[in-house]
């Protein structure tokens, strides 16, 4: 695949942007791939990716069963919430994360593999900047971490890059990860351009198939993902930060939009 050119993105936000190539991970594309941002729940791909990884090994029964707590609950971005079961399998609460970014589902497995596992298995990865520091918190205090994830694009689309190549700690947590993403609903951002179903886009559509994760807060929208066409597979990741106090969302979209029409066209060739 060749080098392509960005659109203009909104100067009212601060962006870090970087499309690859996830046979190779030639950088197609870039604007400020290197800007650390804070990404909200993208960075629950690496928890998702450190359960993988111990059920994989045997440290983690995929069929254990692990209940919420009271601190752990919080409310939006899921569905566990508002289901009755106060118990769930591993596998359930990974897929509950992949489809629906689910806070208390993210919370409880959190608990269960711990912050240091997931940090140690980021920083395998080779990142350095992306991470997830902390469980998901109604209320974060000085106490806490100040954000749930950062991260930067460079880093984010070579973690979607190595997915597609199954180098995502091994070709097996890789295929895990892959099912859990492919199955998110969240196409309002870069994959609003895919024109793909929501709900059911785990199979090609017009060639096209798509696994990525969403990350919202009131300031922040971040995707990363990877398209797969005609023409080739593309990692990707599109971060956007805003100021307290502005409401540079709708042109973020936008341009989140228009990044994600030159992904399609890319990979359609």
């Known amino acids: 695949m060749t080098t392509t050119t960005l659109p203009e993105l909104t100067p009212d936000a601060r962006w870090s942007v970087c499309l690859r190539d996830a046979a190779t991970s030639t950088v197609l594309a870039a604007r400020d791939p290197g800007r650390v941002l804070r990404t909200a729940s993208v960075g ?9 990884r111990q059920v994989e090994t045997g440290e983690l029964d995929p069929a ?35 489809a629906f970014s689910d806070n208390l589902a993210t ?15 980021t920083r395998a990865l080779g990142c ?23 991260g930067s694009a460079a880093e984010l689309s070579e973690v979607m890059a190595r997915l597609h190549r199954d180098e995502l700690v091994s070709a097996p947590v890789s295929a895990r990860v892959r ?5 998110n609903a969240d196409l309002s951002m870069t994959a609003s351009a895919f024109g793909l179903d929501p709900l059911a886009h785990a199979d090609p559509d017009r060639g096209t198939t798509l696994v990525n994760k969403t990350g919202t807060i009131s300031t922040v929208r971040a995707d ?6 005609p023409a080739g597979a593309l990692g990707y990741a599109v971060l956007a930060e805003w100021a307290e106090g502005t409401d540079a969302r709708d042109d973020v979209l936008a341009g989140m939009r228009a990044v994600g029409e030159v992904l399609r066209a890319a990979v359609a060739g």
């Open 44 to 52: 629950k791909v690496f928890l998702l990716a450190e359960v993988a």
């Open 224 to 229: 990363v993902g990877l398209v797969q066409g």
């Open 128 to 150: 350095r900047d992306s991470a997830l520091l902390d469980r998901v918190r109604d209320d974060r205090g000085p106490q806490h971490p100040p954000t749930l994830s950062r």
């Open 107 to 121: 919370n409880v497995l959190l608990r269960r593999v711990g912050v240091p596992a997931v940090t140690a298995t």
């Open 179 to 183: 099912r859990w993403l492919a199955a």
């Open 64 to 98: 254990e069963r692990l209940a919420r707590e009271p601190e752990e609950w919080v409310a939006d971005s899921g569905l566990w919430y508002l289901l009755d079961e106060p118990a769930l399998g591993v596998l359930d609460l990974c897929r509950l994360v992949g």
